[in-house]
């Protein structure tokens, strides 16, 4: 059976030390109080697993001591079973709407004391390993919470302070070079082509760690977006490297125009359209842009004609630094966490379809934005 400290709350005596007698034999710690005043100094003053309440008292009431107790926080989760008059269902009505956690008819009858009052006691046990769980959970979260905020203001902090000095670098190699000019032996030009690139990839690195810190701290602006313009602006940034490849970029005539935010939208589309051109095969890359509404989100879908991806990477690919590829394509491996991170931001989902040596499709979903 439960064990526990239980308070008597009687003002007949007779009844206290039958309660009392009766308890005590069952290996519960008992105190008693002899009306409302004094059980609630009890109460308030040492710890108690729950009270056994008379409800017709002179003075002070077993209602008035309940209503006490229930709008007292330190002492609402005592739980209180009420002793009653047999007659008075109406009573017993009453103060299980104030909160009591059980009833008992006097005179009380020892099994179903014993069986309510421990049920009472496990119940008040179980609820608080609950509320200790979930204020060691609370705890944890708060710290995790408080880590990855360190962490995020460590990663921006850094990259932020790094980009300065790789400019530096940069800059004086280009410097060097051209005030060397024809003095340059051809190794030495090339040593110096090598510390350039190496400036060039860390600048590049940087800038997609700033891009990942803000992808979780940039305000977002939802506002109306056109996608078939957007699609334009993007198209025209990304000509050198379409032109370059080859690249056929097409979409599904009229695009809708959508409410989110554009910043975001636009930067996980770059990345995809990006990557659709630069994971090509010989052949020329062909690229083709959907987005159409279902259900309650947008889905967005960009498909290509590239080498694809096997089954066991299409998960890992959206971690930090995760990339199939080595140094023949460049490529820091953050681009796909970024576009995670900003569809979570936004209560999305994105995934890859792919089939090795004939092509993915990348998709990702948006919840419609109520509008404002
Ligand atoms: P990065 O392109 O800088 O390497 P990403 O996070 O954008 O980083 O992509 C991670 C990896 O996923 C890439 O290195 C590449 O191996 C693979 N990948 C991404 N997009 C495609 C695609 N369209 N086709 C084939 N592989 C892809």
């Not at 940087?206 to 198209?235: F, K, M, N, W």
């Given at each position: 059976p439960e064990q526990g400290r239980v308070l008597v709350v009687d003002n007949d005596e007779i009844n206290r030390y039958l309660l009392h007698k009766h308890l005590d034999l069952r290996g519960y710690e008992v105190d008693h109080a002899a009306s409302g005043w004094e059980a609630l100094a009890k109460l308030r003053s040492e710890p108690f697993d729950a009270a056994l309440l008379d409800l017709m008292m002179p003075g002070m009431s077993g209602f008035q001591v309940l209503a006490e107790l229930k709008a007292d926080t330190l002492l609402r989760d005592i739980p209180v079973l009420v002793l009653s008059a047999r007659e008075d269902l109406a009573g017993v009505a009453d103060s299980i709407k104030g909160g009591a956690e059980d009833y008992l008819f006097k005179p009380f009858d020892p099994v179903l004391l014993d069986a309510r009052l421990s049920t009472?006691?496990?119940?008040?046990?179980?609820?608080?390993?609950?509320?200790?769980?979930?204020?060691?959970?609370?705890q944890v979260s708060s710290a995790l919470r408080r880590s990855n905020e360190d962490l995020q203001r460590f990663a921006y902090a850094a990259s932020h302070?790094?980009?300065?000095?790789?400019?530096?670098?940069?800059?004086?190699?280009?410097?060097?070079?051209?005030?060397?000019?024809?003095?340059?032996?051809s190794d030495e030009r090339e040593m110096i082509g090598y510390a350039r690139g190496a400036?060039?990839?860390?600048?590049?690195?940087?800038?997609?760690?700033?891009?990942?810190?803000r992808a979780s701290t940039e305000a977002v602006h939802v506002a109306p977006l056109d996608c078939e313009e957007l699609l334009g602006v993007l198209?025209?940034?990304?000509?050198?490297?379409?032109?370059?490849?080859?690249?056929?970029?097409?979409?599904?005539?009229?695009?809708?125009?959508?409410?989110?935010?554009?910043?975001?939208?636009?930067?996980?589309?770059?990345?995809?359209?990006?990557?659709?051109?630069?994971?090509?095969r010989d052949?020329?890359?062909?690229?083709?842009?959907?987005?159409?509404?279902?259900?309650?989100?947008w889905r967005f879908c960009v498909r290509d004609n590239g080498q694809g991806i096997a089954p066991e990477h299409t998960k890992r690919i959206f971690e930090m630094f995760q990339r199939l590829h080595g140094d023949d394509l460049p490529g820091s491996g953050i681009g796909l966490a970024i576009c995670q991170r900003l569809v979570d931001r936004f209560g999305g989902k994105i995934w890859v379809d792919s089939e090795v040596g004939r092509g993915s499709v990348f998709c990702f979903t948006l919840p419609f934005q109520a509008p404002r």
């Amino acid at each position: 059976p439960e064990q526990g400290r239980v308070l008597v709350v009687d003002n007949d005596e007779i009844n206290r030390y039958l309660l009392h007698k009766h308890l005590d034999l069952r290996g519960y710690e008992v105190d008693h109080a002899a009306s409302g005043w004094e059980a609630l100094a009890k109460l308030r003053s040492e710890p108690f697993d729950a009270a056994l309440l008379d409800l017709m008292m002179p003075g002070m009431s077993g209602f008035q001591v309940l209503a006490e107790l229930k709008a007292d926080t330190l002492l609402r989760d005592i739980p209180v079973l009420v002793l009653s008059a047999r007659e008075d269902l109406a009573g017993v009505a009453d103060s299980i709407k104030g909160g009591a956690e059980d009833y008992l008819f006097k005179p009380f009858d020892p099994v179903l004391l014993d069986a309510r009052l421990s049920t009472t006691l496990e119940r008040k046990r179980l609820r608080d390993q609950e509320r200790q769980r979930n204020a060691e959970l609370e705890q944890v979260s708060s710290a995790l919470r408080r880590s990855n905020e360190d962490l995020q203001r460590f990663a921006y902090a850094a990259s932020h302070d790094l980009q300065a000095p790789v400019r530096t670098v940069n800059t004086y190699l280009q410097l060097l070079e051209r005030r060397l000019g024809n003095r340059l032996q051809s190794d030495e030009r090339e040593m110096i082509g090598y510390a350039r690139g190496a400036a060039k990839r860390m600048h590049a690195l940087i800038q997609d760690l700033l891009s990942y810190s803000r992808a979780s701290t940039e305000a977002v602006h939802v506002a109306p977006l056109d996608c078939e313009e957007l699609l334009g602006v993007l198209v025209n940034d990304l000509r050198v490297l379409i032109d370059e490849a080859g690249a056929a970029v097409s979409w599904d005539h009229p695009l809708p125009v959508i409410l989110a935010d554009a910043t975001a939208v636009r930067q996980i589309l770059q990345n995809l359209i990006g990557n659709a051109i630069k994971y090509r095969r010989d052949e020329s890359p062909r690229v083709h842009i959907t987005i159409v509404g279902k259900g309650d989100h947008w889905r967005f879908c960009v498909r290509d004609n590239g080498q694809g991806i096997a089954p066991e990477h299409t998960k890992r690919i959206f971690e930090m630094f995760q990339r199939l590829h080595g140094d023949d394509l460049p490529g820091s491996g953050i681009g796909l966490a970024i576009c995670q991170r900003l569809v979570d931001r936004f209560g999305g989902k994105i995934w890859v379809d792919s089939e090795v040596g004939r092509g993915s499709v990348f998709c990702f979903t948006l919840p419609f934005q109520a509008p404002r």
